[in-house]
Every structure is written in structure tokens, then in C-alpha cells.
């Protein structure tokens, strides 16, 4: 059996008409996903786990339930990768992205095991270009809410370093997402021959900036895309004050072009349809498409990924699965799954033995030999709230800030940057800390953040966009999740200090 997983960045469910519970306010072309979708297994109920970028793939790759003990870092030295045991297992394995956190200090070891990869180079803030020192004025006024900025000011660079990595582009081949789709069904014709392989397509678009050319730019809007008074790339952050303030009509031209991205994503995907078709490949290839999550665009108040509350419009993800032998090929399927469970499946059907970890396969669902899955899936970011949810309720529960969260890592830094301690001069110890290996790793202590202070409960099967929360109500459904929640912490041995931050007894 070959693999082929597809992973779209940041693509929200309910722009989709294949989810068509919550629909946003104009018709989203997605023709090719529809297309995908009439031929897998669509999950309806399937969550995130561990946010942002890089910790959910470490859920993906390593199986590993990642932001329980860290936030955004490497591969560790004791994970067992996906592509490496596939690798050892005789598969071929390749990388196609234009996700350039890969290729980043701190979040290492994610791209080396492959047998090969191609990095699409620009998007977002990959330092990539230096010229031009001016790049496109429009772009650089639509990359804040603050006006025409100075494409030199240290506090606006990253944001122009966007601009001058498009500056050349002269139409929609340019663009990343075509790029990344045209290798991968480049890539497909030319293994076809190949006895078993697994690739990971990493399409870091429908990520901001929310930047397309025409057609697309246009087609969700009467707006002129040129106007510099609009905007495509919003700060995070509620949407009706501070430096995340966006007007109505700014908010609306943000959804259109977030909108054309996905219909972007949606056409070029349809390259890799085609040379699934051409080539034959159905017949002895399963297909996954996912997210890591959503993106807020208004919901709630919020626009893009902050890290608390935690809505399903982030968390409550897009899952398709095809394949060619499964009794559930072309069904629904309600079970309640979870991200890192992806792990488990794609190794199961590489035909490769390995430990899980912290992911539940997959494939007794797809064949058939069984109906349920999980009982509760936890989600959050490091040093947040954590959530969880039965598939028909979700239980939001708030951490205290003034109670440090506990960092477990070989290394003592991380990509981002704003995990650190809070002094420069600080206390870490080594020792074998983690449940789920022996190895000694650095375990320190540092912030957390959350941004409600109460418990939130939402019945999603009677109220999907989250409305109204029933926390507070005497409701037996709340003491019930929240035992949930904590029999979840138990069952991972979560760390001591999660409870204390929770207020939760263990």
C-alpha cells in the first residue's frame, strides 16, 4: 500500500459544502475536495490536538500527544519518525512544502528522515529575498491595519520580507500552493512504478497571508483588491479593538481572500487528482487530506489562531480518507477521532510495526471492524487551557496564570521564542520525566497564558457555532466532562503541573 498525505494548512471546515452544518456566507468553490470526498471516508467528527504548526506535526509524524509537556520545538531524539520507519521498512518517502518552519532553528529533525524533499521557497516570513529593499507599497498597506508602513522598520520587517519574496511573481503558477501541487503530482507520475511509497504533501497555504492573485482575488468580493485600504494579512487578536481592530468592510475583504485561497488550494489539489487518475494509483494508494487546524475569521469576535478559548472553528478539523479496500470507502463516519490517531493509521497501512504512542489507528474503522473510537479528545496549546470533547459536548477549561507550566525538552530553546523563563538566570534539572520514554530530557518552568477566566461548556450537536454556554448551569453534562478531561491527563500521566495550573485534582 502507498500513502499519499495532504495537509493544508489552516483550511477552516465550515468553507467547506461537504460540512455543510455551519456555511459561511457565499458559496466557496471546492469542487476538487467534493470530488475527492465522493470517493473517501468523510469524518465528521475529528479534532486537532497539539497547536499551532509544528506540534501538530509532531502528532502526525511521531505520534506523539505533543502540548501536555512542550510547546513548538524539534523532533525529539528518542521519536520514532513516520518517514524513518517507513524509510528502514523499505518505503520510499518524500517531502513536497512550501512550510518553512521546517527549515527553522528550533524545529529541526521534521524533513531529515525523508528520502528526499522539495522546499518551495517564500511564504510568510521565510527569509528568503533582501531585494527589493521597497517592495510593492499596496502589499505592504495591506499587511497592517496601522497604513503604509516603512518597509525598514525592524517592528514591520517580517511582513515585508513577505513582499519582496512576491515581487516577481507574474501570475498564478508563481503562487505557492500551485507550486507545491504541480511537484506533487509531478512526483506521483514519476514513482509510479515504485513498490511501496509514502508521501507528505505540506501545503502551508490557506495560511495568511491571505495574498492571491486573479481570478481568485476577486472572486468572493466586489471590493477592489488593490485598495490599499483593505487588508490581507490581520494581526491575531479580537477583531473589534487593538492593533487587531479590522472595520466590517476590512473583515469581509479578509474572508473573501481567505475564501479565493482555499478555492487556489481546491484547483491545484486537482493536479494531484489527475495524476492519481492517469498513473492508476487509486487502486493501491490511500489518500489523506487534513488540517491542523482552522483559522478565525470574525468568529466569536477573533481573527486568526490566539490560543484561548478554543472554539471548534479552530479546533473541530477537516478529515478525508480513500481507501481502495476499505468497507468504509465512501461513508461518513461519526466516530469521535483525533489528530495524532494519523500516525498510528499511515504506518498501520504501510504495512510497517512500530509503536504508537499516543495514536490510536484508524484502520478498524475504515474496515469496518468497528463503529466507536474514542470516548474523549483533549486539544490546546502548551501552557494554555486544555480542552476536550465527547464528539456532542465541549468543555473548555481555563488554567491559572500565575501558576508556572512545566517545559520538558532536550533543548533548551525553541523556534518561537516566547516559551522562554521568565528571568535570563534559571533553575532546570534533567531527568527521565516523560511517561512514555526513559530517555532524560531538560525540564524547566515558564508563563502560561489563557484568555478566559471560566469554564466553558457548549453542546455542539444542538448548538455547532458554540453560542451559548451552558458552564455554570448545574448541568450533570459538566461535571461529566470535566471527569473526562481529567481521566484523559490520567490516562497520558500527565505532568504534576498541569493539575496545579488546572486546578484539578489528579
Known sequence: MNVLFVSIDSLSRHFLEVYPEIGVEFDVETDNLDRFAERAAVFDTHYAGSLPC?????????????????????????DDTLPRLAREDGVATQLVTDHYHYFQHGSHGYFEDFNGFEFVRGHEYDAWRTAP??????????????GSPDPDDVGFMNRAQYARNVADFEDESDFFAPQVFDATAQWVRDNRERDRWFCYVDSFDVHEPFHVPEPYASMYTDEDPTDSDLVNWPYYGRVDRGQSELTDRQLDFVRAQFAGKVTMVDRWFGRVLDALDET?????????????????????GWVGKPQAPMYNTLVHTPLFVHHPDAARADERVDALTSAVDLYGTMLDELGVEADHRHSRSLSPLLHGERDEHRDRAIYGYWGSSVNVTDGEYTYLHPCDESVDAACHSTEMMNALGPFQPREPEFDAEAGEFLPYTESPVWRWSTYATGRH?????????????????????????????RSLLVDALDHLDAPASQYERLDLAR
Open 54 to 78: 509544528m506540534p501538530a506535526r509532531r502528532e502526525w509524524l511521531t505520534g506523539t500527544r505533543e502540548f501536555l509537556w512542550r510547546p513548538w520545538g524539534p523532533v525529539e531524539p528518542f
Open 133 to 146: 529593499r521597497r517592495p510593492d507599497e499596496r502589499l505592504l498597506a495591506q499587511s497592517t491595519t496601522r
Open 280 to 300: 492508476g494509483a487509486w487502486s493501491d494508494t490511500m489518500v489523506v487530506v487534513t488540517a491542523d487546524h482552522g483559522h478565525y475569521l470574525g468568529e466569536h
Open 453 to 481: 477566566d471560566d469554564p466553558m461548556l457548549f453542546d455542539v450537536s444542538a448548538d455547532p457555532e458554540q453560542e451559548t454556554d451552558l458552564a455554570g448551569e448545574g448541568r450533570e453534562e459538566e461535571d461529566r466532562m
